[in-house]
Structure formats: structure tokens, C-alpha cells
């Protein structure tokens, strides 16, 4: 029997670039669970990215299903259109984020996962928390350094 696994990600940033922050809530059965993590530069999209990142990696077994709702049509839809599957046959040739992809993708397989996109800031409970985290994360003091964002900028 495979565990069924509600994800809501989202991700910020102030500026961008500029500090940034991601916010997941992972739904399952009557468990919840609240992560977040800010850092000092980095870009909306790639914290939208970490966001379902982290979500996937907090889980405890493999062969889940797992829906995950964004409101990031970068995230969506490089994978609902496919589009990450050939950026990968291109070694991610002009694509940003590589690093993030290729993490994304190791954890994607482990799993049985489906994406919706939902509407930012459309009173969905679930991605409204999600904002919050991601924003309240950004604004944490003494933030780390993205240094996935950092070493793409010295390229």
C-alpha cells in the first residue's frame, strides 16, 4: 500500500535576487508537517524549486503518491509539459538551476507525483501558509548563503 501525500510549496524572495525564502506544508493521514528556510540571495524561482525539493526529501518511504500544489508555473510546468526531461538530454545547456534540477529529479523518481497549479495569494489555506513560512523565513536574521545561486553567478 503506498502512503497518499499532500505537499503545498511555495517560494519568495525580496528582490530577485535578493533575500529569499521557502515555505512547505506536508499533508498525510492526520500528520502535519511545517518546513521552512531562508537564505540572504537567491531568486523566486529558485526557492518555488527547493520548496518541492525539500517537500519530497522529507518523506520517509518511497513509492508514495504525492500531490503537490504550487502556485509556480516555472515548477508546474517544466514538468506537467515535460520540458525538465529535455533539458536533462541537453545537460541543462541555457537553463538556470541546474543544480536544483538535477536534485529534483533524483528525489522525483522515488515517487509517484503529480502537479496542480493553484492561483498565488487565492485564499488557499494550504498555499497561504506556505506564503507565510516562505516570506517569514526571508526575513530571519544571520541567513546562509544559496550556494547553488552563488557559484551560477561566478560562471
Known amino acids: 500500500m503506498s502512503h497518499k501525500i499532500t505537499i503545498y510549496t511555495d517560494g519568495a524572495s525580496r528582490g530577485n535576487p535578493g533575500p529569499g525564502g521557502y515555505g512547505v506544508v506536508l499533508l498525510s493521514g492526520k500528520h502535519r508537517k511545517e518546513l521552512s528556510q531562508g537564505y540572504k540571495c537567491t531568486t523566486n524561482n529558485r526557492m518555488e524549486l527547493l520548496a518541492v525539493i525539500v517537500g519530497l526529501e522529507a518523506l520517509r518511504a518511497d513509492n508514495c503518491d504525492v500531490t503537490i500544489y504550487t502556485d509556480s508555473k516555472y515548477v508546474a510546468d517544466a514538468v506537467n509539459k515535460g520540458w525538465v ?33 493553484v492561483k498565488g495569494h487565492a485564499n488557499i489555506p494550504g498555499n497561504e501558509r506556505c506564503d507565510q513560512l516562505a516570506v517569514e523565513a526571508s526575513q530571519m536574521p544571520g541567513l546562509p548563503e544559496d550556494k547553488g545561486y552563488t557559484e551560477q553567478q561566478q560562471i
Open 85 to 117: 526531461f529535455s533539458w536533462v538530454k541537453k545537460h541543462f545547456k541555457g537553463k538556470k538551476n541546474p543544480d536544483l534540477w538535477m536534485r529534483f529529479l533524483n528525489v522525483y523518481k522515488k515517487h509517484n507525483v503529480k502537479f496542480v497549479w
